[in-house]
C-alpha cells in the first residue's frame, strides 16, 4: 500500500487500486487487467508487478487512482512475485529462480544479475544483504544479494510441504507452507537455516505477512 491506497495483484484480473482512507469501507478507485498480477512491490512514485509472461512491469502511481505504464521487462518465465531495494528489482521467475533488474530508470529496465533456484520460484522476501524465496517442493532458499551483480546461494531448507510465500521479521523466515500450514525458520545463521516451529493451518497454506507479533 501507499497512503490512503491499496494495490492488489488479482491474478487474472490484474491490478486493483483501493482507496483504504476509510479502512471500515475501502473502495475501488481504480483497476488495469490486461495483464495477470503475481506480486507487487511499491518504491516511491512507482509500483513493480510481477507479471506471470508479461515478466516486470513498472507504473508511474502519482496519480494512484490511474497508474500509468513506464517499463517493462520480459523475464525468462512467469514471474511471480517481486521485492524492491534501492536501485534494484528483486523478481522469483517461476522456472528461471532470481532475477536482479536494475530499475534506476524505469523507462529503461536491464538484468544485473541471476541466480537459478531449486524448484518452482513463488515468493520472496528481503532483509539486509539476504533474499528469501519460497521455492515450492525445494522449500526456503537464502540468497546473498550483497553485490547485486552477483547474487549467490547462501543457505537451504527443506520444508516438509510445498512452499508458496514467504515472510521474514528478525532472525526468521515466515512459509506459508501448503498442507503443511505454517513453518518458522531460525535464519540468524543464513547458511545453516534451522526449522524452529510449525502451526498446522486448517487448510493449504498459501500467503503470509508479519505485523508486530503476530502472522496472517
Request: charged share 15%; glycine share 12%; aromatic share 10%.
Amino acid at each position: 500500500y501507499s497512503g490512503d491506497f491499496a494495490f492488489v495483484a488479482d491474478g487474472p484480473s490484474g491490478l486493483q487500486v483501493f482507496d483504504i482512507s476509510d479502512p471500515t469501507n475501502p473502495r475501488l478507485a481504480g483497476s488495469i487487467g490486461a495483464f495477470y498480477a503475481y506480486g507487487v512491490a511499491v518504491s516511491g512514485d512507482n509500483i513493480y508487478i510481477a507479471a506471470s509472461s508479461s515478466g516486470l512491469l513498472v507504473f508511474d502511481i502519482t496519480d494512484p487512482a490511474n497508474p500509468t505504464i513506464t517499463g517493462t521487462y520480459g523475464t525468462p518465465s512467469p514471474a511471480w512475485d517481486v521485492v524492491v531495494s534501492g536501485d534494484y528489482a528483486f523478481v522469483v521467475d517461476r522456472y528461471a529462480g532470481l532475477q536482479v533488474i536494475d530499475i534506476s530508470e524505469p523507462t529503461s529496465l536491464s538484468l544485473v544479475g541471476s541466480c537459478d533456484t531449486q524448484g518452482n520460484a513463488h515468493g520472496i522476501a528481503l532483509s539486509g544483504e539476504h533474499v528469501f524465496v519460497a521455492g515450492g517442493d525445494y522449500g526456503l532458499q537464502v540468497i546473498d544479494v550483497s553485490d547485486p551483480t552477483n547474487p549467490t546461494l547462501a543457505g537451504t531448507y527443506d520444508t516438509s510441504g510445498y512452499t508458496y510465500r514467504v515472510a521474514v521479521s528478525g532472525d526468521h523466515a515466515f512459509m506459508a507452507d501448503g498442507l503443511s500450514g505454517l513453518e518458522v525458520i531460525d535464519v540468524s545463521d543464513p547458511t545453516n537455516p534451522a526449522l524452529v516451529g510449525n502451526y498446522n493451518t486448517l487448510d493449504y497454506a498459501i500467503g503470509v505477512a508479519v505485523s508486530g507479533d503476530h502472522v496472517c
